[in-house]
């Protein structure tokens, strides 16, 4: 069974034209966000943060907590005091990772 060389052109455009609907609906807003939850708070020691600010995929900032005692990542709630403590003390900082030690010995009130 041999096609013709228009209808194997006519395939591959269609072909092309599914594969960019197909690409352009997996942007969900929110989809590839690093943190599906959040929680407001923990009593552990942190040992590292990171701060994830908003993004085209992401539409909010990630605040992820490493903690020391398991190496466990867990995402903080955005609006949650000890959040906004890292986020304030990370900007002071100039976004400097060498530095967030800096914000580590501080305590969050």
């Avoid at 590839?32 to 040992?47: A, F, L, N, S, V």
């Avoid at 992401?58 to 949650?80: F, K, M, Q, S, Y």
Wanted: aromatic share 6%; net charge positive.
């Amino acid at each position: 069974m041999a096609f013709t060389p228009k209808a194997c052109s006519l395939f591959l455009v269609v072909l092309l034209g599914v594969c960019i609907q197909l690409n352009g609906a997996q942007h969900v807003p929110g989809a590839r966000c690093k943190c599906p939850g959040t929680i407001m708070h923990t009593q552990e020691i942190i040992d590292d943060f990171e701060i994830i600010e908003k993004t085209h995929y992401c539409n909010t900032t990630e605040i992820i907590v490493t903690l020391a005692e398991d190496g466990a990542r867990r995402c903080l709630n955005p609006v949650g005091r000890k959040a906004m403590f890292f986020v304030n003390c990370w900007n002071k900082i100039n976004k400097d990772d060498k530095q967030k030690k800096r914000c580590l010995k501080r305590k969050a009130v």
